[in-house]
DNA sequence: ACATGGGTTCCCATCATGGGAAGGTCAAGG
DNA sequence: CCTTGACCTTCCCATGATGGGAACCCATGT
């Protein structure tokens, strides 16, 4: 009840505090994210509380990692006093499971090519394991046991 | 020595045999990671199996997440016999450390969300500890021992 | 002769972000 | 009053890797 004058910033306080460049607060404007603020005569834009708000909580979300289509979902969600809890927690998991999947493949990644630049003696010769793994075909074989002489 | 008239394919065939599609395949040439191939007088590409090969080292660089200018210059090493394996090693281990770094901030992404998800009823009832950490700041924090009541 | 299935070029879209140009606006200070 | 500098505005372009699709040319089989 207490209309308290919500104090209106500018684009670059509202990134300063926010932690969002104005060049993405426009862009979040331009696809819908976030609604058009009021401007000035000048057509400067000027953000409210709950403006500044709505970019925090874009900001942690995209610390998170979701994406704009999440976002706007999380955003409606939070709006919306009559949610329930199962939606946002089906985006969640769902985010973690993407997230998990890719965390996977780079760390497939990573092992594979950790095992190719072991054995690769790194010093003036020329031959070289990684080279030889991405010359010809049987690569991503993981944990190939060094049978040989064990 | 033995000339073997290194039978020349069409792009789609040399897409098959590499696992490179034909549009990636124009792109790198338009971009110089692959040489012009020989055309037809009907401008078709034709690929010798020198190509073939560059095409499939290519393919199994980006697996492995190398970037083109990456593979650019692993490509220059394979082709150059007077190269060190020391070279070749350090783009590969920048690039697993940047793998590492990359796997390692999706997985804070995750654990952090998992965390706010498991705290989650997940059911009609509306409040809901993930919209609360994205609400207000102090998110981030990882581990945070629940005190309160041990 | 015409259909089909390649090939070719060129443009556009993705996703999130930034750079920069060209121009309007405002406050402070000489 | 006018300049300077720091904002603001819009619009276009770029990234990296990939794909979609249009419009058009070519080759082969029935």
Same mark, same amino acid.
């Given at each position: 009840m207490t209309l308290a004058t919500t104090a209106l910033v500018t684009i670059a306080q509202a990134s300063a505090t926010t932690g969002v460049s104005a060049k993405m607060i426009r862009h979040y404007e331009s696809v819908g994210l976030i609604k058009p603020p009021v401007r000035t005569e000048n057509r400067y834009r000027h953000y409210a509380e709950s403006d500044l708000h709505d970019l925090g909580f874009i900001?942690?979300?995209?610390?998170?990692?979701? #994406?704009?289509?999440?976002?706007?979902?999380?955003?409606?969600l939070w709006r919306n006093k009559g949610r329930s809890s199962a939606e946002v927690? +089906?985006? /969640?998991?769902?985010?973690?499971?993407?997230?998990?999947?890719?965390? #996977?493949?780079?760390? /497939?990644? #990573?092992?594979?090519?950790?095992?190719? +630049?072991? #054995? =690769?003696?790194?010093?003036?010769?020329?031959? =070289?394991?990684?080279?030889e793994a991405l010359d010809r075909p049987v690569l991503t074989s993981p944990s190939a046991p060094l049978r040989g002489n064990p």
């Amino acid at each position: 009840m207490t209309l308290a004058t919500t104090a209106l910033v500018t684009i670059a306080q509202a990134s300063a505090t926010t932690g969002v460049s104005a060049k993405m607060i426009r862009h979040y404007e331009s696809v819908g994210l976030i609604k058009p603020p009021v401007r000035t005569e000048n057509r400067y834009r000027h953000y409210a509380e709950s403006d500044l708000h709505d970019l925090g909580f874009i900001r942690r979300a995209r610390d998170l990692g979701f #994406s704009f289509e999440d976002i706007r979902q999380l955003l409606d969600l939070w709006r919306n006093k009559g949610r329930s809890s199962a939606e946002v927690k +089906a985006i /969640a998991l769902r985010h973690i499971k993407e997230l998990d999947e890719k965390a #996977s493949a780079l760390a /497939a990644m #990573s092992r594979t090519l950790q095992t190719l +630049a072991a #054995s =690769c003696h790194g010093d003036k010769r020329p031959d =070289c394991p990684i080279l030889e793994a991405l010359d010809r075909p049987v690569l991503t074989s993981p944990s190939a046991p060094l049978r040989g002489n064990p």
